[in-house]
């Protein structure tokens, strides 16, 4: 079956407190990894796409890498509008040959001033 | 532009009331997606349309009755909801329904059954 988890359930930091979240999984074809921030009452943010092992991508105190088991996404020096839940998804190929994504239950980041 | 809109932004209704949720992209995306998001929990797959054809139903209750008029639009016929459909509804749309293509989300519409 396939299945996505994520780690830790929720983290706080400080400001400046640098730290990783973790997204592994174990599917049967992946398509594509997704990285996702979500505001409470909001509909989630895309940031980041991985498709292959080894390849990193970045966007401002983010950055996102990928191996054939897990991805990671790195906050360096976070500030407190960094605090959301972080989300990570996988595009697989079902037994139906549709296509969807599976979602991992969340990383909740709380960055205290 | 990668918005996707949805109305309205909250709804209240009743068991025996029927409503609609709407939602609108403009990116010239092929696929276009409901969710279901209880708090504190991932997004529920719900329907998924390519090309404007229902691809995949999640085996939802027909109490949830999905319509896509064109590429554009998407709508989701609510009746005789019960309290526990009580959530967040997203709309998010892809390029394609390939499992390599980003989805972009909506905000949201807040649905309470009462």
């Known amino acids: 079956e396939d299945q996505v988890t994520q780690s830790p359930e929720a983290l706080r930091l400080q400001e400046g407190e640098s730290s990783s979240l973790n997204c592994s999984y174990t599917v049967s074809g992946l398509r594509g990894l997704f990285w996702y921030r979500q505001d409470p009452g909001k509909g989630p943010e895309f940031l980041f796409t991985l498709y292959s092992a080894g390849e990193e991508k970045e966007k401002e105190r983010l950055k996102a890498t990928l191996t054939k088991k897990e991805s990671f996404l790195h906050i360096t020096a976070p500030k407190p509008e960094d605090s959301a839940t972080y989300l990570c998804?996988?595009?697989?190929?079902?037994?139906?040959?549709?296509?969807?994504?599976?979602f991992g239950t969340g990383t909740r980041l709380l960055v205290s001033p | 532009d990668t918005e996707v809109t949805q109305t309205p932004k909250h709804l209240v209704m009743g068991m025996t009331n029927k409503k609609s949720l709407k939602c609108e992209q403009h990116?010239?995306?092929?696929?276009m997606y409901w969710y279901k998001q209880k708090a504190k929990k991932p997004p529920e797959l719900m329907f998924v349309y390519s090309y404007e054809k229902l691809s995949i139903n999640e085996s939802v209750p027909s109490r949830f009755s999905p319509e896509c008029p064109n590429s554009s639009l998407l709508n989701l016929h609510l009746h005789a909801l019960q309290p526990e459909d009580s959530a967040l509804y997203l709309c998010?749309?892809?390029?394609?329904?390939?499992?390599?293509?980003?989805?972009?989300f909506g905000p949201g519409t807040r649905l309470t059954v009462t």
């Open positions: 998010a749309s892809s390029q394609d329904m390939d499992g390599s293509y980003e989805q972009y």
């Open positions: 998804a996988v595009g697989v190929v079902m037994n139906t040959g549709f296509q969807k994504l599976v």
């Open positions: 990116m010239g995306h092929r696929a």
